[in-house]
């Protein structure tokens, strides 16, 4: 009989006790048993490239987080209630990297309850229950969360969209009905989301975007949206909100928010992801005026939110960032990574789009001959990358956009890596199909 390979019997007994609703990145999962940057390691001994991870941003294990947080957890660790100087330190650190007007931080668990309290905040301060959200986007899995995330109301199997929800088309230049990425077709989708606002009669209380759509297929907004809709969005009373849940924290290279890209300061901001490199965190950033409203209401209080390890780690990963210069490094490497998917792009039709800024890229993967999305050779080349001991993913509502948002201490001898494989991928790939095509 075949001896049982332990990666099967650990899948096994997951589906057994989870259910594979929690799902598993690749037809053949990999058993991890270590990460260091940008490296992880499973227990057959292979190294892995990461390419993919956005959530350790310094890199994994970096022993400047790590000691961080062993030395916080071995010293106090409490609740809000009680007075520590690591609340509000951090506090002020991570505000110093926000607008003026963004001076007010909320701190929970993860970007879902961020993006859950964001919302309720927008309720509570407008008086008003609609929101604006973007067609493909993705906020978190609340069920607040769940009602504003396209992403999964409109799957087939998902809740549907609820009837406080407002939905605009994503201003997309590489697959929408203007393309032209000069302004003007970011204005001609704001125009569109504007229509729509004006032909709900009553106000809403908040639009929510992120700046580039991670779930969405890597997609950035088109130029001009947010900075024409803002404006409208706040003559109605509305509360603008960017999800930089992704995007944020220098990963783009050229801004250290995303919001910075579209030359707009939103009222609100949810971020999480990088913020703790994978401690679990999240924070709600406002306006004072903003603040206030929430203040007048009922007490805000979370367990875990803001405790003094969570803001021990997230006051070392703004040290390291700072420390190691790794948005330059995200700026540098991200404009060589790209320059290369560029170059290859010139050989392959099938790279439709090669997109996104810093360290936070998407390469959409078409059929050549009508610019269809090819999901399989998408996926071809994800399965093949994770064969060839590196790792990217796929996403988009055709599943056809590799996603690379690599740690940040990614090198340029790291992105070559990723591109000469996808080279060779393609390579084989086409020469299989050829010979197919010549039977
Ligand atoms: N917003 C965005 C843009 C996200 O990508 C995610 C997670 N993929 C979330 C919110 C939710 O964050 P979390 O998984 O930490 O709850």
């Not at 300061?265 to 306006?287: L, R």
């Amino acid at each position: 009989s075949l001896e049982v390979p332990p990666v099967t019997q650990i899948v096994n007994k997951r589906h057994r006790y989870i259910s594979p609703i929690v799902s598993l990145s690749y037809k053949q999962p990999i058993h991890m048993a270590s990460a260091a940057f940008q490296y992880m390691y499973d227990t057959s001994g292979n190294t892995y490239l990461d390419a993919y991870n956005n959530i350790p941003h310094v890199g994994h294990s970096h022993p400047v987080v790590v000691n961080a947080g062993q030395q916080q957890m071995a010293t106090l660790n409490t609740n809000t209630r009680y007075l520590y100087h690591q609340l509000a330190d951090y506090a002020e650190k991570l505000l110093d990297k926000f607008p003026p007007s963004l001076n007010k931080v909320y701190f929970v668990n993860s970007g879902s309850a961020a993006s859950d309290l964001a919302i309720r905040i927008a309720k509570i301060h407008t008086g008003q229950e609609k929101i604006m959200v973007l067609e493909h986007g993705y906020h978190g899995h609340t069920q607040t969360a769940t009602d504003i995330s396209d992403y999964k109301f409109n799957n087939p199997k998902g809740q549907g969209q609820k009837e406080y929800i407002l939905k605009t088309g994503i201003p997309d230049t590489y697959r929408g009905i203007y393309k032209n990425d000069d302004g003007s077709a970011g204005i001609h989708y704001a125009e569109h989301a504007i229509e729509l606002l004006k032909n709900t009669h009553t106000p809403i209380a908040a639009f929510i975007s992120e700046p580039i759509s991670g779930c969405g297929g890597q997609i950035p907004l088109a130029k001009g949206y947010l900075k024409t809709l803002y404006p409208e969005i706040r003559k109605q009373g509305g509360i603008c909100i960017c999800d930089e849940v992704q995007t944020g924290f220098g990963r783009l290279g050229d801004y250290f928010w995303g919001f910075e890209a579209h030359d707009v300061v939103p009222d609100m901001v949810v971020i999480g992801k990088p913020i703790a490199n994978g401690h679990p965190m999240g924070a709600v950033i406002c306006t004072d005026e903003i603040a206030n409203s929430f203040g007048k209401g009922v007490e805000f209080f979370s367990s875990f939110g803001g405790n003094p390890v969570s803001c021990a780690i997230a006051l070392s990963v703004l040290q390291v960032i700072e420390e190691e210069k790794l948005q330059e490094n995200a700026k540098i490497v991200g404009k060589y990574y790209t320059s290369l998917f560029r170059k290859l792009q010139e050989k392959y039709r099938c790279i439709g789009d090669v997109r996104g800024s810093g360290l936070f890229l998407g390469i959409e993967i078409v059929h050549p001959q009508n610019q269809e999305p090819d999901t399989l050779l998408a996926n071809h080349i994800k399965n093949h990358l994770r064969n060839r001991h590196i790792l990217i993913s796929t996403d988009g509502p055709y599943d056809n956009v590799l996603k690379t948002k690599p740690p940040l201490c990614f090198s340029k001898e790291n992105a070559a890596e990723v591109v000469e494989n996808i080279a060779e991928i393609l390579q084989a790939y086409y020469k299989n199909v050829n010979k197919t095509n010549a039977f």
